[in-house]
Nanobody, 114 residues
């Protein structure tokens, strides 16, 4: 089992930046990809970005060119979010994918407002 802890959420101004971090614990050796999803109010959860053990990154269409994911270690991943817009307001969830499925963090709220 993998436990995930997110940090870095908060209130951000339109056009601003924010960095989210996620730290994994437990059976981290089983993780083959780690990343972020988000759920905006009234919407379904959507892909933000994931990164594999090989460093291959995958981004959701709505964040390409603005967000960057980085694998800091086997157990840590960061998400640099730039040029934030109100549409980026959501709960951001860290996810770790392994052979037994996906583990999820509790989520961290990011609110983009003027």
């Amino acid at each position: 089992q993998v436990q995930l802890a997110e940090s870095g959420g908060g209130l951000v101004q339109i056009g601003g930046s924010r960095r989210l971090s996620c730290t994994a614990s437990g059976t981290i050796a089983s993780i083959y990809a780690i990343g972020w999803y988000r759920r905006a109010p009234g919407k379904q959860r959507e892909l933000v970005a994931t990164i594999s053990n090989d460093g291959l990154a995958n981004y959701g269409d709505s964040v390409k060119g603005r967000f960057a994911i980085s694998r800091d270690s086997q157990s840590a991943v960061s998400l640099q979010m730039n040029n934030l817009a109100p549409e980026d307001t959501a709960v951001y969830f860290c996810s770790a994918m392994g052979p037994r499925g996906t583990n999820w963090g509790q989520g961290t709220q990011v609110t983009v407002s003027s």
